[in-house]
Every structure is written in C-alpha cells, then in structure tokens.
C-alpha cells in the first residue's frame, strides 16, 4: 500500500503594503462639455472662455457666466448700433443681461481698452480684481443708485416723489437730508431705542436731545468702521454726552411727574380718556363730578351765599341730620 502524500502548507508571500493596486487614472480629465446657449459653441472647459461671475444665478454654473466671452463681446457691439454708438448705455444694458453691477470707475478704465480688444471682458476683469466693491449683481446698483438719490437729494420734496422713498420719510424729516438710506435706518433705530428707553419726547428740547445722540452714534459707528483716526476721542464724546443728555432727560421727566402731583386736577379723567374713553361706560353720570369740584361749590360757596341773601338756616349735609339719625 502506498504512503500517503503529505500536503504542503501554503507559505505567506511577501507584500508590498506601497505597491497595492489602484484603479485605473482616466486618460482624460473630463469629457463634460460646456455650451452656450448663444452661439452653440461647446468649450472643453469654462476657465478662460466664459466670465467669472458673482450673482447668485449662476452659482449651480460654477460662478461663470453661461454666454462666452465672444458673446458677451459681440452683445456688447450690438447694444452700441442699437444705442446710437452709446457705449454706456450699451455696457448698462449687457450688464442687466448678465447681472452684472455697474461701475463708473472700471468702466472707464475698461474704455481705454484699444476698441479692437473686447471692452466688456476688460470691464468684467476690473471688477473681479476689486475685491473693495461691495456691489456684484445688477441688483446691487439698483440699491446703491435709490440709496443716492436721497443722499443727493435737495429737498425733501425731491425726496418725497419718489415712491420707493415713503418708507422713510419720516427719518429724512428729524435728521435731514444728505445720508444714506443704510444711515437713515441706523438713525431712526437708535431714535427709536431712546424712545422706547426715556419716553415720548415732551417738548423740543428732549427730541433735539434724541437726535444729536442718533448723529453722534452714527459718526461714531462710520469712524469705527472706517479705521479713521480719533476713534478713541469721538466715544469719549460720545460717552460724556450720553451721560449728560440721560442726566438731563431724567431731570425733567421728574420734574414733570412732579408737577402732575401737584396739579391733580383733571389727572384722572385724562387717564380714563387715553386708556379707556368714558364713552364706553354705560352709567354716564359716574364720572359727572369726579373731582367733586361740583359738590365744593353747592356746600361751601351756593350754602353760605344762599343763607346770607334769604335769611334762611339751611345747614351743610354733614351736620344736617335726618330724623332717623338723630
């Protein structure tokens, strides 16, 4: 009988933990292509044939415009036939197509562009090398210009046809004319947290007293804003004012509670009228004599005077006892 074969135990191979398989790298980078809707054309990638753009609607496009530089040129060119040879109006209107803000300053940078270069494209690269510009969309300078139509305005009534303006006519007429409607809001609130604070104004000097603290708040916040020198002088200003005008205002809202205390008449009934109107009690009479002023003048002045000129005896309630209480 034959001896049976011994099997060899597998042995463990040297591996190479650098050298693990990886899949395979694509020969090409992608094979997405981009169009545009305008002319048709398909551009292998977006980087250096379309413009960058920051508006929100071409955020799902990479933030690139979705019409070609070439377009974007060429609607330029059209626009200015369409226009007269209006180059300005003509950028504004490409810049509406595309979202695009509207900046005097790169604008007129772009124009000395050679007019065999593409203006427009130059205007898009000013203005995505200024990274100091708030403004990105066409929205931006629609804001901006209402914003300066009040700042320039030069008279309220300049201000007040304008229908987008109704809103904060009442802060153009307490702080003037000559800001921002950004500061025409700062202002008002701040107006309106001293109100909400201190009380109604009382007279013209607690109101005036309102609207220098607004203006000197407002200066400070831009200053700050700005980095400008003296920052730290202005909120000591600022600080030392504060306390004044609180001082001051507290003064007088005391005094006049004081004088209220001492001039009770007609206090409570003004009370019912601005919380509650006496129209609305059904008994009429309630409140026919609530300071018994009327009562006053029958016992101590009609009483005596009627004795006096009669001859009669008539005593005062107080001491004219009924028969049951006597």
């Not at 593409?118 to 690269?125: A, D, E, L, P, T």
Request: charged share 30%.
């Amino acid at each position: 009988m034959a001896a049976k074969r011994q099997l060899k135990k597998p042995t463990t191979p040297k591996v190479n933990k650098d050298a693990k398989p990886a899949g395979a790298k694509p020969r090409t980078v992608s094979d997405e292509v981009y169009r545009c809707p305008r002319c048709g054309h398909k551009y292998a990638k977006q980087d250096g044939n379309f413009n960058v753009s920051k508006s929100p609607l071409f955020a799902g496009n990479n933030g690139y415009v979705v019409y070609c530089k070439k377009c974007v040129s060429e609607m330029f060119d059209e626009n200015v036939a369409l226009f007269d040879k209006d180059e300005d109006t003509a950028m504004e209107r490409v810049c509406q197509i595309i979202d695009l803000c509207v900046d005097d300053t790169a604008w007129a940078a772009a124009r000395k562009i050679s007019a065999n270069r593409s203006r427009m494209s130059g205007y898009v690269s000013k203005l995505n090398l200024d990274q100091s510009s708030k403004d990105a969309t066409y929205t931006d300078t629609i804001i901006r210009r209402s914003e300066a139509a009040v700042e320039n305005a030069a008279t309220l009534q300049d201000v007040e046809q304008n229908d987008d303006n109704k809103n904060f006519m009442e802060a153009v007429r307490r702080f003037g004319l000559g800001f921002s409607e950004g500061d025409y809001d700062t202002l008002q609130s701040e107006y309106n947290s001293w109100v909400e604070r201190c009380g109604v104004p009382i007279d013209k000097r607690q109101d005036e007293l309102y609207v220098s603290i607004c203006y000197l708040k407002l200066n400070l916040q831009n200053s700050v804003r700005t980095n400008s020198t003296g920052v730290g002088a202005l909120a000591n200003s600022y600080k030392a004012f504060i306390e004044a005008a609180t001082t001051e205002i507290e003064e007088r809202k005391r005094k006049a509670e004081a004088d209220m205390q001492l001039s009770p008449l007609g206090e409570m009934i003004r009370d019912i009228e601005e919380y509650c109107p006496a129209d609305f009690y059904k008994d009429k009479t309630l409140y026919a004599d609530f300071d018994h002023l009327k009562e006053y003048i029958s016992r101590f002045m009609a009483r005596p005077l009627r004795n006096l000129l009669t001859g009669s005896k008539e005593m005062d309630k107080e001491f004219n006892l009924s028969e049951t209480e006597e």
